[in-house]
C-alpha cells in the first residue's frame, strides 16, 4: 500500500509570496493533519481535516490555511510568507478510529 | 491537544545497551504515542498505550505509563545502530478531533 506523500519535497520562496503545499494521504484515510518542524519549536500541530471539514486549529495566524478535497487529498496554503515560516511541513493521515498517525516525507519550504 | 516533554534531551549510550527517555504531560489523556524519526524513514509510529494500561510491549519496546504523576517511559532495549533517531512522545485527551503536539524529543545516539 502507498504511504503518504506530500508534492513538492523541497521549495524556496520569497518573503511577501505564499505557497501551496499538497498531501495524499494513505488510500482509506479520511483524516489528514499538517504539521510543522522547526529546530527551535519542534513539532507543532497546525491543523486537521476529516471529510472536507476542518476539525481542529493549532495555534498559528490566519495567514496557514488549508482544505481538503472529497477524495481526501489535502492542501496546505501559507500567505504572505515571512523568513519564519521556513520549515519541514509534515502531513499526517490516519484511520478514522485509530489514533495512529502516518506521516509523510515533508516539504523543505525554505523563505528567502 | 497537550503538549509531551521528552526527557533527557539527548542520549549516548553504546551499541547492545538499553536507553530509556521520559515524557511528562499535564492534564489528562485518553492516549499516549510514542514516535521515532530518522533522515531514513521520516516520522514513524513506534506504540500507543491507553491511559488504562500500565505497561506495554512491541518487540524490543517496552513503554510504561503512570497516570498518577503524569508521566510515561519508553525503554529501548539491546540498542541497534538503526535505533539512531530523535523520539517524541505524544499525549492525547482522545475524543477524535485532537491534533498531536510533540515535545522536542530525546535524540538518542547508539554508538557502535
Known amino acids: 500500500k502507498a504511504g503518504v506523500t506530500q508534492t513538492p519535497r523541497y521549495l524556496i520562496k520569497t518573503r511577501g509570496q505564499q505557497v501551496t503545499l499538497s498531501c495524499s494521504p494513505i488510500?482509506?484515510?479520511?483524516?489528514v493533519s499538517w504539521y510543522q518542524q522547526t529546530p527551535g519549536q519542534g513539532l507543532q500541530f497546525l491543523f486537521e481535516y476529516f471529510s472536507e471539514t476542518q476539525r481542529n486549529k493549532g495555534n498559528f495566524p490566519g495567514r496557514f490555511s488549508g482544505r481538503q478535497f472529497s477524495n481526501s487529498r489535502s492542501e496546505m496554503n501559507v500567505s504572505t510568507l515571512e523568513l519564519g515560516d521556513s520549515a519541514l511541513y509534515l502531513c499526517?493521515?490516519?484511520?478514522?478510529?485509530?489514533?495512529?498517525?502516518?506521516f509523510g516525507p515533508g516539504t523543505r519550504l525554505t523563505v528567502t | 491537544s497537550q503538549q509531551g516533554e521528552e526527557d533527557p534531551q539527548a542520549l549516548s549510550i553504546q551499541e547492545g545497551e538499553n536507553a530509556t527517555m521520559n515524557c511528562s504531560y499535564k492534564?489528562?489523556?485518553?492516549?499516549l504515542q510514542w514516535y521515532r524519526q530518522n533522515s531514513g524513514r521520516g516520522l514513524v509510529h513506534l506504540i500507543l498505550i491507553r491511559s488504562n494500561e500500565r505497561e506495554k510491549h512491541s518487540g524490543r519496546l517496552r513503554v510504561t505509563l503512570d497516570t498518577s504523576k503524569k508521566s510515561s517511559s519508553l525503554l529501548i532495549t539491546a540498542s541497534r545502530a538503526a535505533d539512531t533517531a530523535s523520539y517524541f512522545c505524544a499525549p492525547s485527551p482522545g475524543g477524535g478531533a485532537d491534533g498531536l503536539t510533540f515535545g522536542k524529543g530525546t535524540h538518542l545516539i547508539i554508538q557502535p
Open positions: 499526517a493521515s490516519r484511520w478514522t478510529d485509530s489514533y495512529e498517525q502516518y
Open positions: 488510500s482509506g484515510h479520511r483524516s
Open positions: 492534564t489528562s489523556i485518553n492516549n
